[in-house]
């Protein structure tokens, strides 16, 4: 019997687009000499004595699963930092689940909630992953698009707009990737307000937390009465230059997590146990490399809003993570084409706006976590590039 090729995959992964930053970054491997600002990671390494504890960990013959809630060691660190950061008291016993990423934590958060057909208030322009994954676990997204006049932060008004009952939760970037927007505890206290209006979950991904530069992050659930309905998430990537070690933690209520538990053990089991041990030491005595690191980030960001301010392209100053989101739409081009032809003529990668939602069509995202010798040269050739636009 022969299967019918059309017939075997789903129609809901069916339905969704490749993603553009993947797309891009197929061309970009296949060139020389490119300069990337394309790429949503660290340009560091991750400080030695993380690597060593991990390396250690090997050596004493640390090779087995760990409980599914990960390694209670690690649990009890990350229950102290959200403590010491900001207030929060969480049970390391059953409100924390270690998890293969922040990228694990949230599939498992919206597939333990969603009924099929909820739908999820995603604001964009966001993470690429956000929309498809509420329609892998079954939900609708529903847009919001945040604009760069309100500094692309999401208002309640905004939200209260597409609230329907069907409406189960939303989801919180701050700080923002693509546009590197913030939110004050002030700033999200209509949010918190309208969550528990319509008796909402709040999915809050803060993994860029600690990539803060004007002022402190304000954790979602730290918000008067939301600590019980926000699944906070956070992990080590950005943080402590840790992208291949893939960890990341959930925090919420012990019936979410519960919840998000049964689906890790029959699925993941337990993030790799050397990975664990490696978070453990990150957390601490990973705070003086962190701090090095944001110093860093932070000239960088001066160094490259202004450069495309100067350039011509309007962009924010970025408060937060380690992306610029400059205006293009001076230039006459496309987000596209303006990243084709910035690659092709001056070898340059960064990323089409419109891969992160279609209000982000006008736009580029500009990583700055590259080095200053590589943002000078970006910085030079780009201009070169949109003087021949720009009329
Ligand atoms: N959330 C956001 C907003 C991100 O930008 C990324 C990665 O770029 C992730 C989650 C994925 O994080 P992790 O490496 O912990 O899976």
Not at 241 to 260: F, P, S
Request: aromatic share 10%; glycine share 8%.
């Amino acid at each position: 019997m022969t299967v019918r090729r059309s017939d075997l995959i789903s129609p809901v992964v069916k339905g969704i687009p490749p993603s553009g930053i993947r797309r891009f970054f197929d061309i970009v491997s296949e060139m020389d000499d490119v300069i990337s600002l394309g790429v949503g990671e660290p340009d560091f390494v991750t400080p030695w004595h993380i690597r060593e504890s991990c390396i250690y960990s090997l050596e004493k013959g640390y090779t087995m699963y760990t409980s599914n809630y990960g390694l209670m060691e690690l649990r009890v660190e990350i229950a102290k930092y959200l403590h010491d950061r900001f207030g929060l008291t969480y049970e390391p016993k059953n409100q924390i689940l270690v998890t293969v990423g922040v990228s694990e934590a949230y599939d498992l958060a919206l597939r333990a909630i969603i009924s099929p057909g909820d739908e999820v208030i995603v604001p964009e322009p966001c993470y690429v992953s956000y929309k498809p994954c509420v329609s892998f676990a079954g939900g609708v997204p529903v847009v919001v698009e945040t604009r760069a006049e309100d500094g692309f932060k999401l208002t309640a008004e905004q939200v209260e707009a597409v609230i329907t009952p069907k409406t189960k939760a939303i989801v919180l970037c701050f700080p923002n990737n693509p546009t590197g927007s913030t939110m004050s505890k002030e700033e999200l206290s209509g949010i918190a307000r309208i969550a528990q209006e319509h008796d909402l979950i709040v999915i809050s991904d803060e993994i860029y937390g600690e990539l803060t530069y004007e002022g402190v992050h304000d954790s979602f659930a730290a918000l008067p009465g939301m600590q019980g309905r926000t699944i906070l998430l956070n992990g080590f990537s950005k943080a402590y230059a840790m992208t291949g070690w893939r960890l990341g933690y959930a925090v919420a209520c012990k019936e979410i997590i519960d919840a998000m538990v049964k689906i890790h053990q029959y699925t993941m089991l337990c993030a790799p146990i050397m990975v664990q041990n490696g978070a453990i030491e990150a957390l601490r005595n990973g705070d003086r490399e962190m701090h090095r690191m944001v110093s860093q980030y932070n000239r960088r960001r001066k160094l490259i809003t202004k450069g495309f301010n100067d350039m011509g392209l309007d962009c924010v100053e970025p408060q937060g993570a380690f992306y610029a989101f400059p205006s293009i739409k001076k230039t006459g081009l496309s987000s596209e084409e303006f990243a084709e032809r910035l690659l092709v003529e001056e070898k340059v990668a960064v990323v089409p706006g419109n891969a992160f939602g279609n209000c982000g069509e006008g736009y580029i995202r500009s990583s700055y976590a590259a080095s200053i010798d590589d943002i000078n040269e970006a910085l030079v050739r780009m201009a070169r590039f949109v003087q021949r636009y720009i009329s």
